[in-house]
């Protein structure tokens, strides 16, 4: 394991750095105020992107992706953390792992046009009377002589507004969670609301209502009763991605700009920042940061290395969520009074990191994987050189 970055590595990460900086950070406060990025943004943002090859990172190079590997893509992740969530969906794609199940037509119809940028893909898993008990789903799809009959609804699904199709999690037997292809648009096929939600200014969360919506026999992504490893497995990488290393990333924007409050600021005639207590918080963060970071990169490694990286995952998306949880609070206090005022955007990075505890499985659900590995497979599951 060698985390010192190679020429190739430096480059991406100053071209990520540079776009998030010239293209995205501009656009946030406007987002913020009107709650929405509006389309001709939007797809302009995904030009530019595509134009200097950002989008869709992390999916393979034959179909038109980055190719990168686990470790590239978190390396770029971290610096997606620099941005907003609904900036960073738009400049580099939300092409879910999940869609490289697809075979044959499946790969034209859905997989291309995502990495292209050209049609968007939501993930529907949620459901009000399933949440963290995932497998609990309602929604069900029947087969018919003609593909399959869908039937139930989901809620809290991203980007679901701007997004063209679904990966939709569906009981096909009693036993069975399946993963299909649902195309906006089809009979039958809604949106509720959008929910409001805490944070996220910019995004959407809507409800999907699915009523005898007819589905092709190609809608069935995997193989029938394969959908709860496929979107469990899809979740993994994007929990390492999406909540480890973007979470780092954020962490580490709130502490550079706590850092130079810290030094800038004057009470009592010195900088803040000579102030012990102030100092402490610095130094924790910094050091709980670096920790995430060197457990997301390892953990990425060991995707890379073909290991078995799940107990790691949950572990890893606890202690970035919770140091982003930590650093954002102590960023407010540092702060004082401009920390809590909307006129910095302090408050606003508090409030969108509280929902990185709970989505893609919550704090007591990974902290429940990572006992039970400890208790099932002994500590050395976690021996760094077992
Ligand atoms: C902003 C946002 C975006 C989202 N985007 C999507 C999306 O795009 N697609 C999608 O499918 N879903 C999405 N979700 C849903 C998200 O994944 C769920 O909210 C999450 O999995 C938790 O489920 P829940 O809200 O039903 O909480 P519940 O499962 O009801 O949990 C409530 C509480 O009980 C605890 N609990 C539950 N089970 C256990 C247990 N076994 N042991 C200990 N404690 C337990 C939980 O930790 C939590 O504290 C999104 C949610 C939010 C808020």
Redesign the pocket.
Known sequence: MDFALNDEQRMMIDTVRRFIRDELQPLEQRVEDEGRLDDDTAHSIIERSRAVGLYALNMPAALGGGGLGAVDSMLCEEQFGHTTDILVRRAFGNVYDALLACEGEQVDRWVRPAIAGTRTC?????ETGA???AQSIKTHAERTPSGWVLNGA?H???DAGWSDFFLVSARTGDNAISLFAVDKGLPGFTLGKDQS?MG?RGTT?YELFFDDVPLEPMALIGGEGEGFKLAMGMLGRVRLALVGARAVGKASHVLELMTDYAKDRRQFGQRIGDFQLIQQMLADSAMEINAARLMVLHTAWMIDAGLDARDWISMVKVQASETLGRVVDRAVQVFGGMGFCKELPIERYYRDAR?YR?????S??HR?IVARGLLKRGAELFDLHR
Not at 358 to 362: E, K, P, R
């Open positions: 939501g993930l529907a898993i949620t949440g963290s008990d989901k809290f699904i991203s939600m996220l969360h929902v709970i989505f893609d499985g919550t007591e659900i429940g």
